[in-house]
């Protein structure tokens, strides 16, 4: 037996169903995709983060109304929620850039100049790991090892791999992707 | 079935289902606890209660750990009063505890573990963070400033109230104690604003709006009260 | 045996400590027989003078004069003390830290409170450059005893006092002698 | 799937690859396939069909080989015919050829040359050390078989073990093996395997409270721990993307052994190709009737799920990852209770490494005497490593238990790149230490390394030269662990964060002998009083290159106290009033 969700307003105030929250929900065919993994977990707890990853990544990042969304779905707490999706690292509560690059920062990128690699980047896009360019084109984010150790140091541009990364070169091979995208739109 | 053991070399005998804490207690050994409160489940995490326990080689909290057949337990050795002072220590140095200026000044467990320890001065080097004071509730505020992140409010909102408006956000040193989505706490749906959580407080971080220096005494041995009353129907007043 | 050399310095703080000694009232007449005053904000002494027995540090190190002087008196000083909880933590002088530098805090004080002619005093002499985080004395110099409190109670003042002009060192344990605040 | 059907798929399969003459592995691992491998086969199958040697030759796309640092890897393995090929072959049926930096275009070079000559600019040799020093058991079948196909799984004898298991074993004769062999835990504290099944077999489901979730029927648990979180370590990955089927037998052995009919498999998100390969083997398997109920026409029943962990080192430990699988924030719980009396949603749970499972199937097929045989007296079977750092040849290795630290870098790494000399390696991760040269005769086994004060740990294995700064290694790791910490215990939460201050003090050159001491109480107390695994081994990093590495930390405090001071600059200071206009007035 699964349970069903809560009938909507059983919250009062700012966490009320309204009729334009309802109208997201139906309007936006990717909560479909939420709502099929909060299914496959029969609506229980223990389907959170699952939700969280697919949340993630149909939206690119987690907002307050999706949070609670499947917080009222999953029947938990608001805090847990909120508790859950900011104490793993992959989840997001800020809106991503429109691309992504993520510097390895393991121990064998490290000891191959991983810092260096991220210092370039950061000084040729002015931004900080973590942060969003200024015009949302370009996130940088660190990581802990993607396990490429052989390629070390390694950086992935939205999701490719790129290995044997020397710093001088680093802001260029993503130039160069950046081009090719934008070139390709 | 009881169980005999001694703590400190004394010989005490206690109930197979009693912590180590539990049965120091009942032979009237203090072992300084931090995140242990009556009335709430034990979690284990401010390791002022660490015990030696012969033929261990860790270390074990007295708040979780069961008592057993023959255990020999010492629970104020040398050693483990420099790593109790050492933890005190650390909690002083990470955030912006200032004793002077505390509503909880005079009645804080931290400022009593601080003396308990014999801390004259703290040898880390403070941290200083920049963290807010939410007053936007009527009758309560939250310093986050002096909180040490014991999560007793978290458990007292969910264990006793039922509501768990509060919980953990983040994580390592950059924890914070939240109320629902990371609202103000003046903004909370969930909280029945039932000061559990105020009195579940150790140190300065909770507390009645209204409340100034060495004014506010939390409560906290209510919430055994209460936990009695409801859940054994023993009203303990 | 000669009188102790003594002295007690004024760095960031409120003086409490020192409305605090002064509390030990007639007991200071006793005081006065074990210890001779070499320098304190009490005595009209303008330089920190050399071969000093025991030195209470009032304050934290907030700016580039107490830096200057704090390092004096470690030089000089054969027991350092600090004395009531600026010194010992920082407590309310360093309260400013989490703000981030100096400069919030002048603004503050000079430009946002002002109604008329906000201006940081800036020429030499006036106010004493401030550094960016106040600091607990024991993080620039070596201490050798801490008095917490504040102010400490002038009981506590005594305690350490009376046991230093015995030549013991202090029993620092206990509430009455180890409370913060 | 019963033993007859399976073997007669065996049979079939292999009867079907004999048909071929050629079989092309390429090597479709995260590393080669970043260097796009998956091209390379598609321009291999191209080139076959265009020269009509398709019926003949067969490409597959393989898991790791190992030797990551020469990738992209292709590996031929004939069936030799003429009399020319058969002199060079190592056995008068097979050749072998790897070919290493393989480009897409090269494809064609390389089909012409199937029959004939090897195309010499790509060789590379195959009884170089890097090969012929390993022992192959968990890595037996990575890089010969397609991980996405259960067929390949069967036909090299895969899922045998299992129905031996099922139709002639008692669970209890299965810890037994297990126990006689001397498996011990692979994740890095190296507890005995069959300890700890029989500690799960025995438990009670009833002795503590437990909240199994609705639709879940189990009363206990298989979990196998794949959230591989030690930077530079990828051996769990290898295996679950090159050999997914042989985790769940593992899994499905254990869980006949200790009563359990659901496992959950707890992958890093960052894996997404192994995540992508274990479904496919869950859905495979399944289908087969080699999960599910029934199994095997059995009254055995075992489902397989996968979690996917987040980021967040600290769900290694097993009761941060059982929280995790609970669905809630990774922060781990006082032991005991043990998860193997008191585990996931109260039950008693069984937690495995990816290579400790992996290394079950054998273990069943070929005795517990064959396991205990290799390796040392007590560290038995072989282990996993991921080589990398400042040595020739990066990649994964599997070598018996008590080789020397030396035969690994210097014959199997093939030396320090770059012409400079040995410093140390380290081993364990953020939880392990660094060893100096002086030790590089060791036995690697489990007591050796502890004895040297750093841990077998998961398998990374990062060799540092001449050139690296002890210190600045500390400092990095400690970095690590400050930023995983959960949060939970304060000697952790707030312990790494003093350590990391005095190990950047010192790199600042603003640090005392003082502060190396407060440096060292803080690692013994840190170390001592962590609630848990990462906490108490954060500080092993620094305590291991203060043991081996002291003068470099000595030669950079030798200062007095330097407190980081900056004096506000008066003239600096904007006195213009227009630009202070746009602030907020204090009062009203």
């Given amino acids: 037996m699964t349970r069903t969700p809560t009938t909507p307003g059983l919250l009062t105030g700012n966490d009320a169903v309204t009729a334009t929250s309802t109208d997201r929900l139906v309007s936006d065919k990717r909560y479909k ?13 223990h389907g959170l983060i699952e939700a969280l990853h697919s949340a993630q990544e149909a939206f690119g990042y987690l907002d307050d109304f999706t949070l609670k969304h499947i917080a009222r779905t999953l029947h938990l707490p608001p805090s847990k929620v909120f508790g859950v999706a900011t104490f793993y690292n992959l989840f997001t509560l800020k809106p991503q850039g429109a691309h992504t690059c993520v510097v390895c920062l393991g121990t064998a990128c490290y000891i191959k100049g991983a810092r260096e690699v991220l210092a370039a980047i950061e000084d040729e896009y002015d931004v900080k790991a973590g942060g969003t360019t200024r015009d949302n084109q370009l996130s940088l984010l660190t990581a802990r090892c993607f396990g490429s150790c052989a390629l070390a140091p390694v950086i992935t541009f939205d999701g490719e791999t790129i290995g044997k990364v020397a710093p001088t070169a680093a802001a260029q091979q993503i130039a160069q992707r950046l081009a090719a995208v934008q070139q390709a739109r | 079935m009881p169980r005999t053991l001694t703590i400190n070399g004394q010989e005490i005998s206690a109930r197979n289902d009693q912590t180590i804490l539990e049965a120091a207690r009942d032979a009237h050994i203090h072992i300084p606890v931090l995140c242990h409160l009556d009335g709430l489940t034990d979690v284990g995490a401010c390791r002022m209660c660490l015990v ?88 309560f505020g939250m310093d986050h400033n002096r909180c040490i992140l014991c999560t007793r409010c978290v458990r007292a909102c969910d264990q006793l109230e039922g509501a768990h408006t509060i919980d953990v956000m983040g994580r390592g040193a950059k924890s914070l104690i939240i109320r629902d989505m990371n609202v103000p706490w003046g903004e909370s749906t969930t909280c029945t604003s039932c000061g559990k959580c105020v009195m579940a407080c150790p140190t300065g971080a909770l507390f009645k709006q209204g409340s100034t220096v060495a004014e506010m005494v939390h409560d906290a041995e209510k919430l055994a009260f209460l936990k009695a009353a409801r859940e054994r129907k023993v009203w303990n007043v | 045996m ?47 003078p050399e071969n000093v027995d025991v030195t209470l540090v009032e304050g934290a190190i907030a700016n580039q004069d107490h830096l200057e002087l704090i390092h004096a008196i470690r030089k000089h000083s054969r027991l350092v003390v600090s004395f009531g909880d600026c010194a010992v933590t920082g407590n ?75 030549g013991k060192p202090p029993e620092m344990i206990g509430r009455e002698m180890l409370k913060f605040g | ?42 321009a291999l199958q191209a080139e076959l069909k265009q020269r009509g040697q398709a019926a003949d030759a067969e490409v597959k796309c393989v898991g790791c080989p190992g030797l990551c640092s020469l990738g992209p890897l292709v590996e031929i393995e004939s069936q030799v015919n003429g009399q020319a090929a058969a002199a060079e072959a190592k056995d008068d049926r097979r050749r072998s050829i790897l070919y290493q930096f393989v480009k897409p275009e090269d494809a064609g070079e390389i089909v012409a040359h199937l029959d004939g000559e090897p195309v010499k600019r790509l060789e590379t040799p195959l009884d170089q050390p890097f090969f012929t020093r390993q022992t192959k058991i968990v890595l037996e079948h990575c890089g010969k078989i397609d991980p996405e196909r259960i067929e390949d799984y069967i036909a090299v004898g895969g899922y045998q073990a299992l129905l031996k298991v099922l139709t002639e074993m008692t669970p209890q004769q299965v810890i037994d093996e297990i126990t006689r062999s001397g498996l011990r835990g692979r994740g890095g504290a190296g507890f005995p395997t069959g300890l700890k099944w029989g500690t799960v077999a025995k438990s009670d489901p009833n002795a503590y409270p437990t909240h199994v979730p609705e639709g879940i029927q189990s009363r206990k648990f298989v979990i196998c721990n794949g959230d591989e979180g030690d930077p530079g370590a990828f051996m769990d990955r290898s295996v679950m993307e090159g050999d997914p089927h042989r985790i769940l037998e593992g899994m499905a052995i254990a869980a006949y052994a200790v009563g359990a009919n659901q496992g959950f498999i707890y992958v890093r998100a960052e894996y997404p190709l192994a995540v992508k390969r274990l479904r496919t083997a869950i859905r495979q398997a399944q289908r087969a009737g080699l999960l599910g109920s029934g199994i ?163 398998g990374g294995m990062i060799v540092m030269d001449d050139s690296t700064d002890m210190v600045e290694v500390a400092r990095f790791f400690m970095e690590f662990c400050m930023d995983e910490s959960c949060g939970k215990c304060i000697p952790c939460r707030a312990g790494t964060v003093q350590m990391h201050r005095i190990l950047t003090r010192i790199q600042e050159g603003r640090a005392t002998r003082r502060d190396l001491h407060i440096l060292e109480e803080l690692c013994d107390m840190v170390k001592h009083t962590s609630l848990c695994g990462l906490g108490q081994s954060a500080p092993n990093p620094v305590i291991s290159t203060l043991r081996y590495f002291r003068e470099e930390y000595e030669r950079k405090v030798n200062g007095e106290q330097k407190p980081e001071v900056r004096i506000q600059k008066p003239e600096s200071r904007s006195q213009n009033p227009e630009a202070r206009s746009q602030r907020p007035a204090i009062s009203s």
């Fill in chain 1, 33 to 45: 995709i939420i709502e099929a993994t909060m299914r496959r977990y029969g609506y229980q707890g």
């Fill in chain 2, 52 to 139: 030696e326990v012969a033929g261990s080689n860790k270390l074990l909290p007295a708040c979780t750990t069961r008592v057993q057949e023959g255990m020999e337990v010492r629970t104020d050795t040398q050693r483990l009063r420099a790593y109790r002072r050492q933890i005190i220590e650390l909690l002083f140095a990470e955030r912006n505890h200032v004793c002077a200026v505390c509503v909880a000044n005079g009645h804080c467990e931290l400022q009593n573990l601080g003396i308990e320890v014999g801390m004259d001065h703290v040898r880390y080097d403070y941290i200083f963070p920049k963290l807010g004071v939410d007053l936007s509730h009527e009758r």
């Fill in chain 3, 2 to 48: 000669g009188k102790l050399r003594f002295a007690t310095v004024w760095m960031g703080g409120c003086s409490g400590c020192h409305m605090s000694f002064l509390d030990l009232d007639e007991w200071l007449f006793d005081l006065a027989e074990a210890v001779e005053v070499v320098y304190s904000p009490v005595a009209d002494v303008k330089t920190f």
């Fill in chain 3, 92 to 166: 309310v002088t360093a309260m400013r830290n989490p703000l981030g530098g100096a400069e919030v805090v002048l603004d503050r004080a000079y430009q946002d409170a002002q109604l008329l002619h906000p201006q940081v005093p800036h020429d030499d002499g006036i106010v004493p450059p401030l550094i960016d985080q106040v600091l607990p004395v024991h993080a620039v110099i070596p201490v050798d005893l801490y008095i917490p409190g504040c102010p400490p109670p002038a009981k506590r003042i005594r305690a350490v006092l009376q046991a230093l002009i015995e």
């Fill in chain 4, 1 to 42: 799937m019963n033993l007859e059907e399976l073997n007669a798929t065996a049979t079939s399969e292999r009867l079907a690859r004999t048909k071929k003459r050629h079989h092309l592995y390429v090597c479709v691992g995260t590393a080669c396939q970043a260097l796009n491998s998956e091209q390379i086969a598609k």
């Fill in chain 4, 296 to 458: 095997g026409g059995t009254a055995f029943s075992f489902n397989v799920d996968i979690r996917l962990g987040a980021g967040a080192f600290v769900c290694g430990e097993e009761t941060a990852l059982i929280a995790s699988i609970e669905g809630g924030r990774g922060v781990p719980r006082p032991r005991p209770p043990f998860p193997a009396e008191s585990g996931l949603w109260g039950c008693p749970t069984l937690i495995n490494n990816v290579e400790t499972l992996a290394n079950v199937p054998p273990i069943i097929m070929k005795g517990a005497d064959w396991f205990a045989g290799i390796g040392t007296e007590k560290s038995k079977g072989t282990k996993v490593f991921a080589l990398t750092g400042q040595v020739k040849n990066t990649g994964l290795i599997e070598v018996p238990m008590g080789i020397s630290l030396r035969e690994i870098v210097f014959d199997i790494g093939g030396g320090i790149s770059g012409g400079r000399q040995f410093k140390a390696v380290q081993t364990g991760g953020p939880s392990g230490g660094c060893i100096p040269a002086q030790f590089l005769d060791m036995p690697v086994d489990y007591e050796s390394l502890a004895k040297v004060g750093s841990i077998m740990g998961s």
